[in-house]
C-alpha cells in the first residue's frame, strides 16, 4: 500500500533553516509528481510547492519562493523541502502528498 512518511520538522527560530524528507513506498514514485502542502492552526491546507516527477520543473506558493526548495532523489524514492529564512507565519504541519494520498504530516514551528 502507498506509505508516505514525513520527517525533519521542529523548532527554529526565525531566519533560520529545515530540511523536510518525505520517504515513499507502494507505488512507483519515479513516475509521479510531489507535492507539500501546509496547514497552520484554523487555516485551510495550502500548497507550498511541487515538482514533476523527474524534478525537472517545479512550483511553488507566491509566499515561499526564494526561500523554500523542493526537491527529489528518485533512487531514494524520497522528495524533500529545504525551507531557509523561516519565519513565524511559516509554523504550520507540513504534509507530503501524492495524487490522493497524504503524509502524517510534520509539526514546522518557528518561533524565538
Known amino acids: 500500500q502507498v506509505q508516505l512518511v514525513e520527517s525533519g520538522g521542529g523548532l527554529v527560530q526565525p531566519g533560520g533553516s529545515l530540511r523536510l524528507s518525505c520517504a515513499a513506498s507502494?507505488?512507483?514514485?519515479?513516475?509521479?509528481?510531489m507535492s507539500w502542502y501546509r496547514q497552520a492552526p484554523g487555516k485551510e491546507r495550502d500548497l507550498v510547492a511541487a515538482?514533476?516527477?523527474?524534478?525537472?520543473?517545479?512550483n511553488y506558493a507566491d509566499s515561499v519562493k526564494g526561500r523554500f526548495t523542493i526537491s527529489r532523489d528518485n533512487a531514494k524514492n524520497t522528495v524533500y523541502l529545504q525551507m531557509n529564512s523561516l519565519k513565524p507565519e511559516d509554523t504550520a504541519v507540513y504534509y507530503c502528498?501524492?495524487?490522493?494520498?497524504w503524509g502524517q504530516g510534520t509539526q514546522v514551528t518557528v518561533s524565538s
Open positions: 515538482i514533476t516527477s523527474t524534478g525537472d520543473s517545479t
Open positions: 507502494g507505488f512507483t514514485f519515479s513516475s509521479y509528481a
Open positions: 502528498r501524492f495524487v490522493q494520498f
